[in-house]
């Protein structure tokens, strides 16, 4: 008898999403682990799982002193933690309903939403208001409510960059919505072009769709571009035109590698142009614990802000939200102390100041030495890593290598992938994971691995790329770069 859960009898939704950042490469790569193969596990920013310390500071606030508060009760708890560390945890453990192990209000703990509002207005120079921000467990939540929120059918279109980071494509899918690309240009390093834009909502209403919302990721994953104040100003000036909601993906805020174009917020830019368009444009951005300097991916801590959405909808949102009861509290806590650090003349300020500078600074390394890496590799270009997490190489595939790709009945890149993974042990994305031009062919790969280890994984990575094409490349009909 066929049963409900069967494969057949799924929801559709379900068959059609796909998630290639936990796909059938980490699937193999989780295989190879077990027979004892070493993994180098590039395929999601998972900083800590690639050997990035905790900061100090939160670990001591939230794991020790919130989550065990009968430590503050010891007389020698000032012997052990920094005076600092201890009344922030007071400070918090107060503004919960019975500690960690309590449920807080669905939308997040109160005091921690004015103190993320409070973040904000020192980012943006506007005020923000702690009514209009949600907590939720990572930005991935976040972004899931909202898209929930928007998409009421298959005609309802949502505009994403391609490439794009598969939570996009997933939940529009899931959500029973419609993706409507947009391509960025990777000539022009990952650039966003207007003309583009027009073109892909034109074809969407040719097609009978909506377009409702459209989404940037800013710095860009997989792609690793940083938006210009010039850029975002065009953007929110399509969105007006458009009547879009746009969606401000900013969770890499703090990851910026070069000094040309630093982070701006679309909020600040938005408020800055002034105007009807600063009062009527709906804008939702997003950001979490789990990138920049912290990396605390696991602690699932992140918000979402509202921009001149209508007080009815923000109770639909806190509605849907309540199902869930609360986001996970200690995540909250965490959040919380990222938005408020701390401050010059605090007992952990300067260490707290050496954590987050040396990881950054690392980074920015990494991010050189992967792009040197990859660009220094027979058939392969990459652009500079501007900021986010990742280097996004293209990888220009020989036609016999093409060729065994269909033969082997896979997507050129995922068996270029899964080539790389069995012979170095690199568990990297294939670009069709997020989206590509046809004919062109990428990986995705964190610039995450330990410094001190990147030289040899890029060693590694030219040994095999110069073999495969040594193999694969046809010297009478395919030249070499």
């Not at 991935?140 to 929120?149: D, E, R, T």
Request: aromatic letters at 10%; glycine letters at 8%; one cysteine or more.
């Amino acid at each position: 008898m066929s049963k409900p859960l069967d494969y057949e009898n799924l929801n559709e939704n379900v068959k059609k999403c796909q998630y290639a950042v936990r796909g059938e490469l980490y699937l193999r790569a989780s295989e190879l682990q077990k027979e004892g193969k070493k993994i180098i596990f590039t395929n999601v920013g998972n900083p800590h799982a690639l050997g990035q310390k905790p900061l100090t500071f939160p670990r001591q606030v939230v794991i020790a002193l919130c989550q065990a508060p009968f430590l503050l009760d010891d007389p020698n708890v000032g012997l052990v933690f920094p005076a600092d560390t201890i009344a922030r945890a007071k400070h918090y453990l107060s503004l919960t309903s019975g500690g960690l192990g309590a449920y807080s209000d669905s939308r997040g703990i109160p005091g921690i939403r004015k103190e993320v509002a409070e973040f904000i207005e020192r980012r943006d120079g506007y005020p923000s208001d702690p009514e209009l921000i949600f907590l939720t467990d990572g930005a991935s939540k976040g972004v899931m409510q909202i898209l929930n929120a928007i998409i009421r059918s298959d005609r309802d279109g949502i505009l994403v960059p391609v490439p794009q980071y598969p939570l996009y494509s997933a939940t529009i899918s899931l959500l029973g919505g419609s993706l409507v690309p947009y391509y960025l240009e990777e000539t022009a390093n990952w650039g966003l072009d207007i003309v583009n834009l027009r073109q892909s909502v034109a074809q969407a209403r040719s097609q009978g769709k909506t377009v409702r919302a459209m989404v940037i990721i800013n710095p860009g994953n997989p792609t690793g571009q940083c938006l210009s104040e010039a850029n975002l100003k065009e953007v929110l000036k399509f969105c007006y035109e458009n009547n879009l909601v746009l969606l401000g993906d900013e969770v890499y805020q703090q990851n910026i590698y070069q000094d040309e174009r630093p982070f701006i917020s679309a909020r600040k830019v938005l408020m800055d142009m002034g105007g009807p368009i600063s009062k009527e444009l709906q804008l939702v951005s997003f950001h979490t614990v789990s990138k920049g300097y912290w990396g605390e991916c696991g602690q699932r801590g992140g918000y979402f802000e509202m921009t001149n959405v209508s007080p009815k909808t923000v109770e639909e949102i806190y509605k849907v939200a309540s199902i869930s009861l609360s986001p996970n509290v200690p995540g909250q806590i965490f959040l919380g102390l990222m938005v408020s650090p701390p401050k010059p003349g605090d007992i952990s300020y300067e260490r707290f100041v050496r954590e987050s500078k040396g990881v950054l600074e690392s980074l920015r390394r990494r991010a050189q030495i992967m792009t040197d890496g990859f660009n220094s590799c027979r058939n392969v270009v990459c652009n500079f890593t501007e900021g986010a997490m990742y280097s996004f190489p293209q990888i220009r595939l020989p036609p016999k290598a093409i060729e065994a790709a269909k033969k082997a009945g896979k997507v050129p890149d995922v068996f270029y992938c899964l080539k790389l993974l069995e012979a170095t042990g690199i568990s990297t994305v294939p670009g069709s994971g997020f989206g590509q031009k046809d004919g062109v062919f990428h990986l995705r790969t964190t610039i995450l691995p330990a410094e001190e280890d990147m030289p040899a994984i890029m060693a590694s990575f030219k040994k095999f790329n110069d073999d495969f094409m040594e193999q694969y490349e046809d010297y009478r009909g395919y030249s070499r770069m």
